[in-house]
């Protein structure tokens, strides 16, 4: 079955520092969206990618969608605290029934050292 | 953005009695709902996906007669956790699309924290 990894699983960034997390498809996707997840809280969406070799920005952070439509990136610059916590990808591929599933990255979570 | 609220936001039960969990959409019609759960410091890992008016779909190794899904009206969706036990004990997250005004957004509720003693 489709199967979406991401790295690192860990990210510990110190503060005005770039990162970046991966996330890697093993099928074609329809769209990748990403999401954060502050500790303790729910999944709020960042954003959504549909076409191949997209690249979107919002202020500071950089999201990416590979040709093939099978890798996703997020990069952030300059961490600042506020960016502390859970990153996922979500791939949405498209099933028989045509409602489509999202498969979720294990997550990369963030720390940030002032 | 669209708003889904969930209820309860927490709940304690003892083992062997069932739990419903309740997700709502607040200002939009939910074609389509999905149901998550998440243990600590873990990926959100799909149960199910709920359509209006038919059966839910269920992941490989959820168990359907377990994990009760109702999805009666476009705005809510139930899960019910039948006999539950505290392997059960989790996170449990729904999500709800509106295909015509937020192509294929998720939209998440707060969550119910379930501890199963």
């Known amino acids: 079955g489709q199967q979406v990894m991401q790295i690192p699983q860990y990210q510990h960034v110190q503060e005005g520092e770039d990162f970046t997390t991966y996330c890697n498809s093993s099928?074609?996707?329809?769209?990748i969206q990403w999401y954060k997840q502050r500790p303790g809280g729910h999944p709020v969406f960042l954003i959504q990618?549909?076409?191949?070799?997209e690249v979107k920005k919002q202020k500071r952070l950089t999201f990416q969608f590979g040709e093939a439509k099978k890798n996703s990136s997020l990069h952030i610059t300059a961490t600042q605290t506020t960016d502390v916590g859970t990153y996922f990808c979500a791939g949405l591929t498209m099933t028989t029934d045509s409602w489509g599933k999202f498969q979720f990255g294990a997550g990369t979570q963030v720390v940030v050292t002032p | 953005g669209a708003v889904v609220s969930q209820h309860p936001s927490w709940v304690i039960c003892k083992s062997g009695t069932s739990v419903k969990i309740e997700c709502r959409s607040l200002?939009?019609?939910?074609?389509?709902m999905f149901w998550y759960r998440q243990f600590p410091k873990q990926s959100l890992m799909l149960m199910a996906t709920s359509n209006e008016g038919s059966k839910a779909t269920y992941e490989q190794g959820v168990e359907k007669d377990k994990f009760l899904i109702n999805h009666a009206s476009l705005t809510l969706s139930t899960l019910t956790v039948t006999s539950a036990h505290p392997e059960d004990s989790s996170f449990y997250i729904c999500?709800?699309?509106?295909?015509?005004?937020?192509?294929?957004?998720?939209?998440f509720g707060p969550g119910t924290r379930l501890t199963v003693l």
């Open positions: 099928t074609t996707l329809s769209n």
């Open positions: 200002d939009f019609q939910a074609t389509t």
């Open positions: 999500s709800a699309r509106d295909w015509r005004e937020h192509y294929n957004e998720q939209f």
């Open positions: 990618l549909v076409k191949s070799g």
